[in-house]
């Protein structure tokens, strides 16, 4: 493997854990980031990360069961084998980064404390104060510098990915880059590619995404012939903090710890709240799902609180909705120990300390659940093939997808705190599987005919040429960013209607067409911001595109993706046999759906007609049997009782069959 | 709540960057007539800067370039100088800084790492200094052992604020002894000898509180102690903790609040033992 090189574009969490288990194996990496990779996104991940311990075996809990909750949540979208394995990785995962030096709180006796997330009755979540992805990416990225001080690793930061190289067979054999500082075009042979570059929130504008997540790099790779999974799935975080550049973010921890959701039962009552008295206050999380209360998924928590300020008017702020997160019943100093973090950039950025005050909050675009599609071996087990050189393989040979840029893991909702653990799990896991096909190889990529890296570079050269000539005075790059995304935050978040959908595709479609004609500010060739981001807006279309139409084609509910037209509604029956007989056409329903829509949307970009084209693929549910997601649903009783029948029914028909769960 | 009756009335409110087209050009500086907006900070200010593509005078410019990434104080990519501070550009917001300075706001490059363009420096030195003093814990192998050795609660919160710290550079900026190093590729010079020349000069300067306190980070850590003799010689050297002049100014302007001289203190000591130790080892 001496002179083969595995190329990782992205240095968060999953790149940088990909680089390190490579470097480990012998492999020589390099690493390109936008950023230094200390300042990847992964840093404004906040609460924690998931995985079966000791604390919850105690009260029963097992990999298994985090396997369960994370199908449930996702609505049963994903595939169950990648799902199973990085269940069983969280304890291990978690163990490693302990060895890392990062600092998990700790409880009394010293033990790494934990904490409880959304979706789960469980306290999985392991976290470092409030500012978890930070503290695990610091750990990752000492990791890496140990290597590249050792010379495995070099490092090209402040570098933009422009699009894989493909061989005349489709193999992936490098990529092009571009130094954001000199402006240089380079090609670089890889004898494998790992793409690990994040969300793609920028799409919707402001999010609780960092600037470097535009989606682009994710969006060259389609472009180049890649598949695209789930694009219409996307997580709407309950809460969030408004701002004019940005979307900050308040981790779900806050709620973890006690923090309780409200809104005055009067209107825009103008007393402060701390004179709001408990029985004028609305609960309305934990009096709708009593047994979750604060802490449901985060699809539901959103919807709860969209619905709240937009069709009962209670939003705490006449013209600007928004609902109280109140933690100004814990007292200060655990405050301080467990959340400091997040009540730092609230106090920062809104002035107000919200250990007196309760935080005003509201949901924004946060994760991508879709991304590159992405293959896996299964195991006889129902896992996945360790060192299997197709775990994580995009529909191209030799490049790979991993973190929160694959589609895997998350379905139709991610649970809060899985996804530091699917970023790190799939850069841990997938190392052995791409070493294992460079033992494979036969010619090192660096020996292939300079003509496809140097073909490959100049088509980049002359793009960059030809949006540099562009005459001014035309379209405006971040104009037309900002017009995106209002038209994908109206059409495409918390709640999705046909009508609004099918104009979106129009509009975008239109600003599509208007970005072709973008011209520059900036015509310069050194640290040229201008042309980078206008590149990227470019590449923002083909994924924006494939979400709508995702979006539009799924008639149905499905975690995230919310279509009231298509809503199953709870049960109405006064009587208990009534509501059986209701449960019964429900599960009838139910089952329908899920034979047409427990599918996939896979995409491929088609450039000729500047679309998507969509085909959907059955999900591997062959370890959880997909059930009703019954968080809070009126009649959930009997439904539950009716679908128990058919699965036990179902169960007796097919006998010898193994309960994997036992 | 914060209440800014004496900013909300405006309309206007002018900001003077300092510019510079690439490292080899005159600085010079220009004004912009920005849109008052509430809740603005710098970064939406330098993105307007961008959108609107002409100066106060009307004049056709290019964007101002700056960096940034996570626009919450926790990425460290957006320091710059503000109104004289050294600051991360997101947390700077314009209500608040137009009370400390109501006729303008002034944005310029840090001054002790060379300019790339604008407000965009060259931090590659910080990261050269953390490979210097080893910042890491250095594990046996990433597969499965279990897990880390059992530490207490108090052992956890000396580590975490340190283990906060973004790299941002305000300590550096604000250190009388951290002077600006800026190397020049010679013409036809490689990659490679550049690199080399410049990790060369480096390492003749000052390492700083922020490496110092990683030194600390890592040798209280119950396996990095383990090397932490190596760590403490690696600050003992050219550059190393000697050169701290005890201003703490560090401490004052850590966005993070890190206890910058409390690890200078704790280092200084650790590099006074092994000093003595070395003394006897001969």
Redesign the interface.
Known sequence: MSKQRVMVVGGGLAGLAAT??LA?LGVNVDLMSL??V????S??AQGGINSCNDQTRLLGDTEWKHLDDTVYGGDFLQHQPPAKEMAYWGP?VI??M???????????E???DRRRFGGTLYKRTAF??A?TG??LL??LD??V??W??AGKVTKYEHWDFLAPILDDQGVCKGVVAQDL?SMEIRSFPADAVIVATGGCGLIFGRSTM???CTGSAASRCYQAGAKYGNAEFIQVHPTAVP????L??MSESARGEGGRVWVPRKPQDPRSPHEIPAEERYYFLEERYPTYGNLVPRDIATREIFDICVNEGLSVEANKPCVYLDLTHISRAELD?KLG?ILA?YE?????DPREQPMKIFPAVHYSMGGLWANYEKSEDGGMVAGSPINQQTSLPGLYAIGECDYHYHGANRLGANSLLSCIFTG?FCAPGVANLLESQEKVAAEYPGQLFDGARSDHQSRQDELLKRP?GKE?A??LH?ELGEVMTKAATVVRRNDQLSDAIDKVDELHKRSQHCSL????Q?????VTFTKSLLDMFPLAKTLLKGAFQRDECRGAHYKPDFAMPGLEGKTSADRIKEAELWCDRFEENTKKWLKSSVATWNEAKSEADIEYEDVDTSLVPPRPRLYGLVGAEEIEQVWSQRAAAKQEAVPGKANLST | ??NHSSTTKRKTFAVRVLRK??PESESYWERHDVEY?????I??VL?KI??K?ESSSGK????V?W???????????CTMVVNGKTRQA??S?IDRLLEESPSEIVLSPMSKFPV???L?VD?KRI?HN??KV??????D??S?????P????Q???E??PL??C??CGCCLEACPQYLKIEVTRKNGETDEAFEQRQKEAYDKGFIGANTISQVVL?NN?P??QMNAKERTDAIMQEGGIQICGNAQNCVAVCPKEIPLTTSIAKAGRAATIRGLQRIFDK
């Not at chain 1, 500010?521 to 310069?524: A, L, P, Q």
């Not at chain 2, 059992?150 to 609660?153: A, E, I, N, V």
Request: some cysteine.
């Open positions: 390190m288990k480990e950023t230094p200390k300042r990847s996104h840093v404004c291990k163990d490693l302990d060895r890392l030096g990062v600092t998990f709180n700790r409880t009394e010293g033990f790494m470092a104060g500012t930070q503290q610091y750990a000492e990791q510098r140990r590249e001080a500082v960092s600037m470097a701002g004019a550049d940005k900050r973010l120990r973090g950039i920062k950025f809104q002035g107000v841990l001014a405006n971040y104009q900002q500010s900036d015509t310069g050194w640290t040229n911001q201008n | 709540m914060s087209d690439s907006e509430p809740d603005m900070n970064i939406s993105q961008a959108s593509g056709k410019i290019a964007p370039a960096d940034c990434n996570c626009l919450e104080e926790v990425c460290g990519a997101c947390s917001l790339v363009r604008d965009v931090r990261f953390l490979k080893k910042a890491w814990v250095p594990v192998t990433y499965d052992m279990g897990p880390g059992k530490q207490s609660r052992q956890q919160e580590a975490y283990s906060e973004m790299s890592f850590n396996t990095g």
